[in-house]
C-alpha cells in the first residue's frame, strides 16, 4: 500500500512547467476530449475506444477511490500556469506482476517534453517516499515516443511479448521496461567531473 501522503488529495507534485494533482469531477469533460481520440486510446490496454460520454465521471470516481486505498497514485496532469486545465494522465499502480507505470497526453500537448518532465517527477517521488524496488512499464512495440519517455528515465529494457488490452478485446505485441531503484538512485547522483587543478585554482593557489 502507498504512504499516506499520496492517499490524501491534497498531495500534488510540481515540475519547472507542469503541476500533478488528483483528478476531479469537473475534469470529466477534458478526459472525454482527449482520452477519446483514437491516437491516445489505442496506445493504451485501458481507454475503450470511442470513448463512452459517461466512462470519465466513472474512471475518476474510481481513479480517486484506488488513490485513496493506496493501490495506485493516479494523477491529472496540468500546465502550472492552468492549474486546473487537464492535460493528461500519469500514474503507477500496484499489481501482483509488481508496480507499473502509464501515462498519456493530449495530442495537441504531444511532443513539448511533457511527459518526460511529469514521469521524472512522479518517479522521484515514487523512490524518495516509498520503499518500492522497481517500477515497470509496458508500451506497444510500435510505440516509439513512450519508448523515448522511458528511456529518458532510464527505464532499462526487459523483454517482448503480448499485452492483453481489456478495452479493446484484443492482445497486441509489446515491450517490457523496468527501472530499478538502485539504477535511479545512480542516475541521481551522477555529476559531472571537476577537472584537476580547478578547485586549488578557485581557492586562489
Ligand atoms: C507517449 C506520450 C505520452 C509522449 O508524450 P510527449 O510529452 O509528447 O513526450 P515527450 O515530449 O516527453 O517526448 C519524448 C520523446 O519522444 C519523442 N516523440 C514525441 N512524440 C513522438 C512521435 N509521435 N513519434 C516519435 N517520437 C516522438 C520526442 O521527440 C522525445 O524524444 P527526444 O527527446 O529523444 O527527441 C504521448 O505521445 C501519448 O500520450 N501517446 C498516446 C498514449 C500513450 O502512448 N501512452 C503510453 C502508453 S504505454
Redesign the pocket.
Known amino acids: 500500500m502507498f504512504p499516506d501522503l499520496f492517499r490524501d488529495d491534497v498531495f500534488t507534485l510540481e515540475t519547472p512547467r507542469l503541476f500533478l494533482r488528483w483528478p476531479k469531477a469537473s475534469d470529466a469533460a477534458a478526459i472525454v476530449t482527449l482520452a477519446g481520440d483514437r ?2 486510446a489505442e ?2 490496454a485501458r481507454i475503450p475506444h470511442p470513448y463512452p460520454a459517461d466512462e470519465a465521471t466513472k474512471f475518476i470516481i474510481a481513479v480517486r477511490n484506488a488513490n485513496a486505498d493506496g493501490h495506485q497514485l493516479m494523477l491529472a496532469i496540468s500546465t502550472r500556469t492552468n492549474p486546473e486545465k487537464l492535460i ?1 494522465m500519469i500514474g503507477v499502480e500496484r499489481g501482483c506482476a509488481g508496480t507499473e507505470f ?4 493530449g495530442v495537441p ?9 511529469a514521469a521524472q517527477a512522479l518517479i522521484d517521488a515514487l523512490f524518495l517516499y516509498t520503499e518500492e524496488d522497481a517500477v515497470s ?4 512495440v510500435m ?4 519508448r ?2 522511458l528511456e ?1 528515465c532510464g527505464f532499462q529494457y526487459e523483454g517482448g511479448g503480448m499485452c492483453i488490452r481489456p478495452a479493446w478485446g484484443d492482445s497486441t505485441p509489446s515491450d517490457t521496461y523496468r527501472l530499478t531503484r538502485s539504477l535511479w538512485s545512480s542516475l541521481k547522483g551522477w555529476r559531472a567531473p571537476v577537472p584537476y587543478g580547478r578547485e586549488l585554482a578557485a581557492g586562489g593557489m
Not at 500537448?109 to 518532465?117: D, I, L, Q, V
Open positions: 491516437r491516445v496506445m493504451t493528461g502509464g501515462y498519456w497526453l500537448h504531444w511532443g513539448k517534453g511533457y511527459m518526460t518532465e512499464a509496458s508500451i506497444r510505440n516509439t515516443a513512450s523515448k519517455v529518458h
